[in-house]
């Protein structure tokens, strides 16, 4: 028997539409190999995602409708599967740079997938300046849910220059089920579990009202982003969503975060939400937007957890949802900051937190598959009212390389949820912190402002730890967000 779509996956399919595509996407940047190795093409990236895929066999899957949507659609192998098809090439024109790099990934980004072949795309884009290339991968939500697949992006890459390990692979696809046997599957499915049929017929009927046409789409997102006006009602990060993105990126230096932990206290992960907190204060006074003492933007910041109800193994089982509300009122960063620390104290002495040592410790961590798994948490707590989620993963400390060229840049590329204009994600890796902005084209047309905002918001942090104030006491545990 097929497996069937998980009822909470099938969520993300009735969710997406052409402005809201249920995918998660990272940008990296690469510089090619050293030595004698031969330069990395497409060729390469082919044959090197053709020698992982084995470790990710839903990737060879798609999705097939049940006769009469009589329940969620079940996993099948694609008996036309074509790699090349989902590994594609693009290139910009040489010396491409940051900014032409960064529209075009907004360009892609905003395509949903093909519905009726394997959720995922992977595009070299060649031409970037210095020699470099940047890999860009897409995921849809159902894809990567921690327990039955991980991530692509987690499987490419090796944390020496040499190729790691590869699964002797023979595949061949499995013969799909009769649409009959289909029908007496779901019917039988139906008299086991009547709730859930219940629940299927529903999502089925917001489904088809998505296919129906661009009327019920902007009916429906209309909706949501009626909903998240209510539930934010001074956000201008609540809009219907366009079916075009912007995306923007900023690199900054991880001991930064580090000093201003070390003279006021707290964690790099508090640091980091205090440095977005004040690039939005500054956003909104670029915008001419009260920023009176009380406001503040509520986050989805989904956090990593102990949850020793699961089975440890299970990546999915490591990330749950935090509600913070960002104090973008208050003019000193520092007081932004305590606040912030304050306001995550009570996720911290639960005992669940996960120090980001440890999480990076996790059996097969990857700072792709822990943002895809932070996107699903917000996607399913949009009921409980936020402006922006944001996901903040702690990547390796040391190098990872894709047949032997180096990942310099790693950029996260958060899906926006229906009726938000904006989703941040950050990854550190080897030194830095990268932030990727997601944000809807036309709702957030001045993105780029937001991320300079970050850096001036990173400078003025980094100043108030230079001064003479005595240092904060030590001791506390470093707890990090995903």
Not at 60 to 76: D, E, N
Not at 288 to 313: K, Q, W, Y
Not at 389 to 402: D, E, R
């Amino acid at each position: 028997m097929s497996e069937r779509l998980r009822s909470e996956d099938m969520a993300f399919l009735v969710t997406e539409s052409a402005s809201t595509p249920m995918h998660n996407a990272t940008l990296e940047v690469f510089s090619q190999p050293e030595g004698d190795r031969a330069g990395f093409d497409y060729d390469t990236l082919v044959g090197l995602i053709a020698d992982r895929i084995a470790f990710v066999p839903r990737y060879r899957q798609r999705l097939r409708t049940v006769p009469g949507r009589l329940a969620s659609p079940v996993w099948v192998d694609d008996d036309d599967f074509d790699l090349t098809f989902h590994v594609r090439r693009s290139a910009l024109p040489k010396p491409g740079s940051i900014e032409q790099l960064r529209e075009l990934t907004a360009r892609i980004v905003s395509r949903q997938l093909d519905r009726n072949r394997p959720l995922w795309e992977v595009y070299l884009i060649e031409g970037l300046d210095q020699g470099r290339f940047a890999i860009l991968t897409k995921s849809h939500q159902v894809l990567v849910d921690g327990v039955s697949t991980v991530d692509l992006g987690q499987v490419i890459l090796d944390v020496e220059p040499e190729l790691g390990d590869t699964v002797h692979d023979d595949w061949r696809p499995l013969d799909s089920p009769s649409p009959a046997r289909m029908l007496a599957d779901a019917i039988g499915d139906t008299l086991r579990h009547p709730r859930t049929a219940v629940a299927t017929a529903r999502d089925n009927a917001e489904s088809t009202l998505r296919s129906a046409g661009s009327a019920g789409v902007r009916a429906l997102d209309a909706l949501g982003a009626l909903s998240s006006r209510r539930a934010s009602p001074d956000s201008p990060l609540s809009a219907a969503l366009s079916e075009q993105r912007r995306f923007a990126t900023v690199k900054t230096r991880l001991e930064d975060y580090r000093k201003v932990r070390r003279r006021h206290g707290g964690t790099v992960n508090d640091v980091i939400l205090a440095t977005i907190t004040g690039a939005l204060r500054a956003w909104l006074m670029t915008r001419a937007e009260s920023v009176h003492g009380s406001r503040t933007f509520r986050a989805m910041v989904p956090m990593g957890v102990i949850d020793n109800d699961l089975e440890p193994t299970s990546l999915g089982s490591q990330v749950a949802g935090h509600l913070l509300n960002l104090p973008v009122g208050e003019s000193s960063p520092v007081v932004r900051l305590h606040q912030v620390s304050y306001a995550l104290k009570a996720h911290k002495e639960t005992g669940r937190a996960v120090a980001a040592d440890r999480l990076a410790g996790v059996a097969g961590f990857a700072p792709t598959t822990f943002h895809a798994l932070g996107a699903r948490v917000a996607a399913a707590q949009t009921r409980r009212g936020f402006h922006l989620v944001i996901t903040n993963v702690p990547g390796p400390q040391f190098p990872l390389y894709a047949a032997g060229a180096p990942m310099l840049e790693s950029y996260p590329v958060p899906p926006l949820l229906p009726g938000h204009a904006l989703a941040i994600g950050v990854t550190s890796y080897d030194g830095h912190v990268y932030f990727g902005l997601n944000g809807d084209r036309d709702a957030v047309p001045d993105l780029d402002v937001l991320a300079q905002c970050l850096v001036e918001a990173l400078e003025e942090l980094v100043d108030s730890a230079s001064d003479s104030r005595p240092r904060a006491p030590r001791g506390r545990k470093k707890v990090t967000t995903t």
